[in-house]
Structures are given as structure tokens and as C-alpha cells.
């Protein structure tokens, strides 16, 4: 089968959006099957190519990437937009790759022209409900009165909803918002898939990253850590674990936040560190490449996730694959995954009762030791091999919709 995946964000820009198309394209293509991602260029280098006589594939992948000329983005300095002449580059690669069917994961540019194409060319196409606009808008665009951006962003989403051959919602709450919006097709739900590598464990490169960490931290040494990995935005809620490691280290001075990732609330959230007083307590390291993160999970305690906007959280899964517990505020994603209390704990929106399951997990080995291997044994459920081949059958299913009109 021949698939095109658009997305509005791919590598080298990090999101969940981003890791569950490269993620499921690879495994795609393991299956046999013919995968283009298209998606825009991020850097000054290959704007530079030209796009108009030859098909440009970039080859870091296991699969074809189609990278299209893009424009940067006013509200974001992460995001890129398409250029408003790419349609014909646009037409004329996909007509040379010539898919069965196409996938699209984003609501934006790229995937308004996925959506153009699909029409144009009477293809079928799937559409992955990732993102909950109505609640994330607000975080880019604060001019206009919240009620609006809620309709704004839910307006977006219906677009996509409303022409698609066939939806996928990665959780059971992003399938009832569909039905709430009013939407009469009934959304598959298939969360993203967590690859096998993302667990693959050496010892010798176990050495080198944690030296290199303890280099750059020496301080972080023999202290119990609490870990997040992700996107440093606003939207991710993180000033709350500022409050929370403050509340634990009142009952356990060792504890500490290992904070990886980077954005563009970086610097806001150092400087709100400093003036709480954690400074020497929260570490900042930046991008790290993805096979790195293993080695992270493994010298951590806690993996704790304050996100409430989060569709999938996917960190949280592969934190479990790698047995560490988990502490997450309950929202949209979250819930779906931890179903409760599996694998950790999930709590409200509250310090105090999120520090004390925190608390809970570093005072207690036996307890640890327990919500480890039930980490492990519950993240299983995500291997992205067992979730791959219903994703072709949703393929097969749109592809079916389409012909029945």
C-alpha cells in the first residue's frame, strides 16, 4: 500500500504529533508498505534547494520524507508554515508517489493541502484527532477573548472531521469530543504506538550518558530525581512542578527536578527557579537526542507529568517500558493511559496531594519496586507492533468508505 502521512510537524521539530508519524511510518514500512511523510522545511539550508525540477526525499528516514518550501510562523518561533506557491510542487511530487491513501495529522497548512489533494485527486483520507485546539490556541494567540479561541480551534478540528473517509482518536476522551461536536462518523480508537528501540538498553553507552550528565551536573549526584521529558511550553503546566518539588524537599531535602527538553519557556521557567529559591534543585538540559532518554528513565525515581492539554502522553508510556513509575495529573491522555492508578499514581491538579504520591514513591522501596514492574507490564499494551496492523486496516477501511461513497 502506498501512504502519505502529512504532518505540520516533523524532526528535527519535537512534539507528539511529530514522534507518532515517524513512529508508525517506520513501522509501516517495516510492514512493506510505502511511506511518504510530507511535511516543511525547518532550516536556512534546505530552503536553499530547488524544490521545482525534482522530487526532494530526504533520506534520514526509513521512509521518504518530502519536505515542503516554508514560511516562518508570526505567534511561534518552533513552527514553520507552508509558502502560499507550493501547491503545484505539492501536486506534482504526490502525483509521482501516487498514493492509496492519505493520512493526515495535522490541522494546519500542511494538512489543509493533504486535504486539497485528497479532494482534488478523489483519494481517501484518514484524519488523527491529536490536538485539542479550542484548549491550545489560547497559548499562541492571547489577543482575542477565550471563548472565540475555543470556537476558533473547534472549527479547525470540524474541517478535518467532516471530510475524512474514516477518523482515529488516540484516546476514548478525544472520540467522545468528536461525538460532541456533533460529528456522526464514529472515530476508531488506536493510540499511538511506542517502538521497541525506545527501550533498547546498553551498558556501555549507559556509562558515557550518565558520566556526561554528572559532568554537567555534578550536584545531581546521589540525589532522587524526579524526571519530565517534553516541550518546555507554557501549555505543558510546568511551573507546578516547581511548586511540587517544593513541597517534597520539605520532607526529603535529596529530591530534585531533571527537567529535558527544550522551548520556548526555557528561559521563564530558569529565571521562576531562581526566584523560588530551586536553583540549585532544578536542572535544565536541553534537547536531547531520543536514544538518550532510556538512560534517563533509569537514574530517575519519579517521572512526573503536569500536563493537562496532553491528547496522548506518550513520555508517560515510555517512561513505564523503561519501569519507572509514574506521578500524573489526570487529564485527557493521561487518563486513558493510566486508567487509574496503574504504573503510579494520577491525582488532580493539586500540589499537595500530587507531592505526597510523589513522597509516597521516594520514602517507600518496596512500593517502588511494586509500581515499577506494574509500570512495565502496563506500558506493554502500547508496543507499537501490536497496534501497527489496525492502523492498515483503518487504511483499508477508508479506502473501502470511499469507493461506497
Known sequence: MKIA???????PRVNGVAVSVKSYAAELSKAGNDVLVVCLEYTQEQSQFSFLEKPF?????????LRIPSAPVIFSKEDRMVRLDTWRFLKKNLDLFMPDVIHI???WSVGYLGSIYARHRHIPFVFTFHTMWEDYLANYVNFLPNISLKKIGAGIVKYYLKRSDLIIAPTQKIAEVVQEYGIDKKPVILPTGIPQEKTAFDEEKNK?????LFKMFPSLQDRKILLYTGRIVKEKNL???LDVLSQVKKEDSSACLLLVGNGPYLEELKDLALSKGLSQDVFFTGYVNEDVLVYLYRISRVFVFPSKTDT???????AMLNGLPVVAVGALGTIDVMQGNHGGYMTDDNVKIFSKKVLKLLGNEKLWNKKSVEALEWGRKWKISELTPKLIQCYRKAIENKIKG
Do not use: C, R, Y
Open 5 to 11: 502521512m502529512f504532518t505540520d510537524a516533523f524532526f
Open 57 to 65: 526525499f530526504d533520506a534520514a528516514f526509513p521512509f521518504k520524507v
Open 105 to 107: 495529522n495535522s490541522e
Open 208 to 212: 558515557l550518558v550518565t558520566e556526561k
Open 239 to 241: 511551573s507546578f512542578l
Open 312 to 318: 496522548q502522553g506518550l513520555v508517560t508510556i515510555e
